[in-house]
């Protein structure tokens, strides 16, 4: 079964703000999310519900909530680290 990543509207901004090389590279990470789901490894509180803010392979930190039940992944912030 495969996992749903969504992009919630408060991310939308952080993505237009990649380059289109940026955002390629942001979407294979999401995209190896699909089979297993978000690697869920730093916990913290996001909008008063736990939620997760991880590093990507290619230096993307992103803030994101996960529902195990319905396997999805809503994607809250995209920052590029330097």
Known sequence: MTWRIL???SC????DRL???ERLQLDED???W??????????????????FDDLTASGF????LVSQTDRYVAVLRI???R
Do not use: F, H, M, W
């Open 61 to 64: 930190r992103i803030t994101y």
């Open 30 to 32: 999401l995209l190896r």
């Open 34 to 51: 699909v089979d297993d789901g978000a690697p869920c490894r730093d916990s913290r509180v996001v909008l008063g519900v736990d939620g």
């Open 7 to 9: 992009g919630i509207s």
């Open 12 to 15: 939308q901004a952080d993505y």
């Open 19 to 21: 380059s289109e090389a």
């Open 79 to 81: 920052r590029k680290e």
